[in-house]
């Protein structure tokens, strides 16, 4: 079972040098294709280039040495998944690639920049294409080589019994489960998971581990190995590759349900005008992945390929599980454990220091469910406070920035807004400075935005906005419209105290940003509104 042969390289490289025959020191032009659209080569002459290119290709990288090539191309940077980043940079070297640096880089260090448009590496190899599923790239990847190597998730077993399929699994006390959130071999566990309660149920505890942001809630693969060598009992679902690397004493086998697959695409995500640029190097790079030595190099180091036998030890044959099962498994946990990132914006108007019927104020009452929220909340969110009302004579600002917005795990994070939320009672005073505020902490939720979390502003308030130097609404409106940005989703969750809140305003505002409006009639309801606003994602 293999992944590595397919037409990738040529397709891509034929993008990147359209006149296929030529050497690397051709002139390129701009890449026409998208991920998805860079295997359509029309006509049949494109076919006949493309043909022409592969034989090439596979001819020059599979006969000789490498050290027969030459190297050629500027200087390239390339992200490989941590696991693979040491073997790529061996065959790069041998190659005579001294040009091309290689870096071990997790997903996310790739997949926040590449959602917003940031500084990205030239080439990227994750450990799985699941990962794009998980964002709208800025610029879509172009794909060099559908995959490199390849990789099944299988069971490995402490105490020397195979474990032959996920049910047994599911029946050990002590199954060890990795984040599906970071470590792509995990998904293995969630897809068996799917659509059977008593696994699904099994699977809940680790989610809240994981999503508590605790760095060891969720062992990586070599640390789940290690703790099964110590006890010498536990099952755990890891890649072949990390069971041969680090426990290949341990009895693994691959779950005859079916298996997921890493499949270590080659992705370029240079954009175009750095792409031409350092295109002698990309096909430097495709040529040296498509050598003999790079398949042989590849498999002593636990990874499947073609052309140099089966990595050892192995699992032996194993069932691919459909890809569609794989997407939506992935779906739907990003779904249940993606982070909240939040900025709470609380209303410090003189009329929240008014008494309710139960005898406190409305400021105690938000107080109290903020307070709840932050005991609540998982380490892995994130939540910064505001404060707001009309501006003092002087004062710039109709708001205040309290507390950063930070994740909960993050040191001393929670116990700053416990301090600050506390001490809002003192700052009552002044009118309600509604639309510039809520334009203010959307504008800096938009530029902070974390692609990987649930991006809201929680705007508490208890009346209209009573600013006469601020905008109005329709104005307010056009402005949040305007600083509004598809690649960066940003939604206003309007939380209004009392029946006197204007939820009128507050509607507005949420359509505008694709959020929500609630009113907590009574002021003992607070609580149960923020809740209810929070589990909206």
């Known amino acids: ?102 870096e071990a880089t997790k997903a996310d260090q790739v997949l926040q920049p590449m959602a917003l448009g940031g500084e990205l590496p030239d080439v990227w190899i994750p450990d799985s294409s699941v990962w794009l599923d998980r964002i709208t790239p800025a610029t879509e990847p172009v794909t060099l080589r559908a995959s490199m190597a390849s990789s099944p998730v299988v069971l490995v077993s402490g105490d020397g019994l195979a ?19 970071r ?63 680090y426990a290949p004493m341990l009895k693994a086998a691959a779950p005859k349900e079916g298996t997921v697959v890493l499949d270590y695409p080659v992705l370029i995500t240079a954009d175009s005008s750095r792409r031409n640029a350092i295109a002698e190097s990309i096909t430097s790079f495709a040529r040296v992945l498509d050598s003999g030595a790079a398949d042989t190099a590849l498999t002593q180091a636990g990874f499947r390929t073609t052309g140099a036998g089966k990595p050892s030890p192995t699992v032996g044959a194993y069932t691919r599980v459909d890809a569609a099962s794989v997407t939506n498994a992935a779906a739907e946990w990003d779904a249940k454990l993606r982070p909240t990132r939040t900025i709470a914006v609380v209303d410090v108007s003189g009329s929240m220091a008014w008494q309710t019927g139960s005898g406190t104020t409305r400021l105690q009452l938000t107080q109290a469910a903020a307070s709840e929220a932050v005991e609540l909340l998982p380490g892995g969110a994130a939540v910064g406070l505001w404060a707001f009302s009309e501006a003092a004579e002087g004062d710039p600002a109709d708001h205040t920035v309290l507390v950063p917005t930070r994740q909960l795990a993050s040191k001393d994070q929670r116990a700053q807004l416990r301090e600050e939320i506390a001490g809002l009672t003192a700052r009552t005073g002044g009118g309600t400075a509604l639309h510039d505020t809520a334009l203010a902490a959307y504008q800096a939720a938009v530029a902070s935005y974390d692609p990987l979390a649930s991006n809201t502003v929680l705007l508490f308030t208890d009346g209209t906005n009573d600013d006469p130097g601020s905008m109005d609404l329709d104005e307010l409106v056009r402005q949040l419209e305007a600083a509004s940005d598809p690649r960066r989703p940003v939604r206003v969750l309007g939380i209004g105290i009392t029946a006197d809140a204007d939820l009128g305003a507050l509607q507005a505002i949420a359509d505008a940003t694709g959020g929500a409006a609630y009113v907590a009639e009574r002021p003992e309801d607070v609580g149960t509104v923020l809740r209810e606003a929070l589990e909206q994602r």
């Open 1 to 102: 079972m293999s992944d590595k042969a397919d037409t990738g390289t040529s397709k891509a490289l034929a993008i990147i040098e359209p006149e296929a025959p030529a050497g690397p020191t051709e002139p390129t032009r701009e890449p026409r294709f998208t991920r998805e659209t860079v295997g359509v080569i029309a006509g049949a002459a494109g076919v006949l280039a493309l043909c022409l290119l592969a034989t090439a290709l596979v001819a020059e990288g599979k006969a000789g040495s490498s050290s027969e090539r030459t190297c050629l191309g500027p200087q390239m940077t390339v992200a490989v998944a941590p696991e693979a980043a040491t073997v790529v940079g061996n065959i790069l070297e041998d190659a005579g690639c001294g040009q091309i640096e290689v």
């Open 163 to 181: 474990r032959t399929s996920y049910a047994e699994a599911f029946a050990e006390d002590d199954l060890l489960i990795g984040d599906p959130q």
């Open 183 to 245: 470590m792509m071999s995990a998904l293995g566990t969630v897809v068996a998971g799917q659509a059977k309660p008593a696994r699904e149920a099994r699977l809940e505890p680790y989610g809240e581990r994981i999503a508590s942001g605790d760095e060891a809630a969720a062992p990586t693969d070599s640390g789940r190995l290690a703790e099964l060598q110590t006890v010498m009992s536990g099952v755990t679902a890891t890649s072949e590759q990390q069971w041969s690397t």
